[in-house]
Nanobody, 125 residues
């Protein structure tokens, strides 16, 4: 079982930055690929960023590439999402996700077995 708790959301103005954190339980967090997804009101959940077990490979949605950075600290069982140059269209509930196994990952939500409760990010224009 993996439990995920997100934090760091809030209300910011366009152009500002936020860093989201996702604290994970479990002794073998370091073996699980992780990702961030988001869901805006009235829209489907969409992929934002993913990171491999050791952090050696990351991938991003085109809409956030160059502005967002995913990283992880396996010693702290935490994954981060640094969000710069925020835009109003980034407004959404942000969720972190874990595969819960050494395999899978990537941009498909079906690859992830465990999800946090979400943290709200609101960007005003």
């Amino acid at each position: 079982q993996v439990q995920l708790v997100e934090s760091g959301g809030g209300l910011v103005q366009a152009g500002e930055s936020l860093r989201l954190s996702c604290a994970a339980s479990g002794r073998i967090f370091s073996t699980y690929p992780m990702a961030w997804f988001r869901q805006a009101p009235g829209k489907e959940r969409e992929f934002v960023a993913a990171i491999t077990r050791n952090g050696g490979y990351t991938n991003y949605a085109d809409s956030v590439k160059g502005r967002f950075t995913i990283s992880r600290d396996n010693a702290e069982n935490t994954v981060y999402l640094q969000m710069n140059a925020l835009k109003p269209e980034d407004t959404a509930v942000y969720y972190c996700a874990s595969t819960g196994s050494p395999y899978g990952g990537g941009s498909l939500s079906s690859s992830y077995a465990y999800w946090g409760q979400g943290t709200q990010v609101t960007v005003s224009s």
